[in-house]
């Protein structure tokens, strides 16, 4: 384990805690300036944040099995983190080559927290485990949950909501719950990918599957509100009706 020079507290000596606090600074440094308030942005400040605050969690437990569960939970930041980096390309507030160098960072953090939840002494290590589905022929495919049709459907339809928000009368305000739900299916498809047990997957794509559900009644509230056509509101109905199967075919596959 690389040292990080006289850390007060042990937590402070671990690369991936280190990595971690990088990746606050990126992601502060990327947001200051971007004013839309969008439902990713803060997501991706929490997302981050948790990384680090459950490494500390971790670090402190005492037994392997406590460790390792909470690792799980910044280990699924980590790949919530990521996933706000697309849907705020899919919203085109963020440029395609800065999602690029925060997952390439998230990445590597990944890898660490996977090597931490394989610790089993008392004492943490840090083994420099891999993870990494990225090859020659789509280098800017970093996760697993980047691969799902479902995740990248559902990314359509954020960049869908996002310009039927931007354009017209509906606006951030009024389109505050559609923006939530759509980035709620997106998020939870890729945390419940990476989980290691399969109750845990099932409980993270039954929220994604409920979020789906939730952006159509938005849609239909919206409609109701005059807000959006009725054409409108079946188009993005009818992709929705696409993801939720999609959702719920995954879930059955689990039992």
């Known amino acids: 384990m690389e040292g990080h020079g006289e850390g007060l507290f042990d937590h402070e000596k671990l690369d991936a805690y280190q990595a971690a606090l990088e ?8 947001l200051r300036d971007r004013q839309r308030t969008i439902a990713a942005k803060d997501h991706l400040w929490r997302a981050s944040e948790s990384i680090v605050r459950n490494i500390v969690r971790a670090n402190s437990k005492h037994t392997p099995a406590d460790r390792s ?5 910044a280990y699924g930041s980590a790949l919530e ?3 706000c980096l697309d849907v705020l390309c899919a919203w085109e507030a963020l440029e395609t ?14 890898a660490m927290l996977i090597g931490l939840r394989s610790t089993k ?4 290590g840090e083994p420099k485990d891999t993870y990494t589905v990225k090859t ?3 280098a800017e495919v970093f996760f697993a949950h980047e691969r799902l049709r479902v995740y990248q459907s559902a990314l359509r339809f954020v960049h869908w909501s996002a310009a039927l928000i931007q354009s017209g009368p509906i606006g951030l305000t009024r389109g505050r719950d559609l ?9 939870n498809i890729a945390e419940g990918n990476g989980k290691f047990s399969l109750a845990d997957r099932k409980r993270f794509l039954n929220i994604a599957l409920s979020s789906g559900l939730q952006a159509a009644s938005s849609l239909d509230i919206l409609r109701a509100r005059l807000a959006i056509s009725p054409e409108g509101a079946s188009q993005g109905k009818e992709h929705l009706v696409e993801i939720v199967a999609m959702i719920g075919a995954m879930a059955r596959s689990l039992r």
């Open 97 to 110: 080559a800065h999602a690029i160098r925060g997952k390439a960072l998230l990445d590597r953090i990944v």
């Open 121 to 124: 002494g008392r004492q943490v």
């Open 23 to 30: 990746l606050v600074t990126w992601v502060e440094e990327l």
């Open 179 to 187: 923006d939530r739900h759509c980035t709620s299916v997106v998020l």
């Open 136 to 138: 020659d022929r789509n």
């Open 69 to 73: 569960q909470t690792f799980d939970v």
């Open 81 to 83: 983190s990521a996933a």
